[in-house]
């Protein structure tokens, strides 16, 4: 049974680029949540897509945005990258609110 | 706003010694507790999840306790081995179903 699969692993991008990270949850669960983690740091949420709807958002700007398909997975984007916006990019997938499985993350640096 | 802080931020034991990790969070009005092991640069391992309504929860050598009144969580980890080093963090979740995490406790067990 695959967990969560995030794409790509790592990556490299310049400032003021624009990024897509992908999500597969796992099987079963319809709820993807994203979370940003600097080093030294618990993770941030972003947003958390439902039936393909943005239900929740944390504290980040527009730049960031994403989307849900009707397959459960999901994208994040963000655009005009800025130095700051390099960290460790999570994703996780429930069903529901019952307990979170995380993926190995992807690591994003922006130069 | 809810806020969660794990005490202590790094502890370092020799193996054999029982770990004790603490997560305290400041609205009690969650929907469930999660703790989660993080490698480093690798994403987050589900170890154990708290329902609001229980008290305790426990996975082999791994038990947590939760007091809702007072907004504490702790983690107890029997008999640590080298293999047990990480970074284990607490996160709330409120009833959308947002995690917010701790800052983590960085976890040394020496041979």
């Known amino acids: 049974d695959a967990g969560v699969t995030q794409s790509p692993t790592h990556l490299i991008k310049t400032r003021g680029q624009q990024v897509t990270l992908r999500c597969s949850p796992k099987?079963?669960?319809?709820?993807v949540s994203w979370y940003q983690q600097a080093l030294g740091q618990g993770p941030q949420f972003i947003f958390q897509?439902?039936?393909?709807?943005?239900?929740q958002r944390g504290n980040f700007p527009d730049r960031f945005s994403g989307h849900q398909f009707p397959n459960y997975s999901s994208e994040l984007n963000v655009n005009a990258l800025l130095l700051g916006d390099s960290a460790l990019y999570l994703c996780?997938?429930?069903?529901?609110?019952?307990?979170?499985?995380f993926g190995s993350g992807t690591r994003l640096t922006v130069v | 706003k809810q806020e969660v802080t794990q005490i202590p931020a790094a502890l370092s034991v020799p193996e054999g010694e029982n770990l004790v990790l603490n997560c305290s969070f400041t609205?009690?009005?969650?929907?469930?507790l999660q703790w989660f092991r993080q490698d480093p640069g690798k994403g987050l391992t589900s170890l154990l999840l708290i329902q609001s309504s229980q008290r305790e929860q426990t996975s082999g050598r791994l038990n947590a306790s939760l007091d809702k009144s007072s907004g504490r969580s702790t983690l107890y980890i029997a008999a640590s081995q080298p293999g047990d080093s990480a970074t284990y963090l607490c996160a709330v979740t409120d009833s959308w179903g947002k995690l917010q995490f701790g800052a983590g406790t960085q976890v040394v067990v020496t041979p």
């Open positions: 897509y439902y039936e393909e709807e943005e239900r």
């Open positions: 609205d009690s009005a969650i929907y469930n």
């Open positions: 996780a997938s429930s069903l529901a609110t019952n307990g979170y499985t």
């Open positions: 099987s079963g669960h319809d709820t």
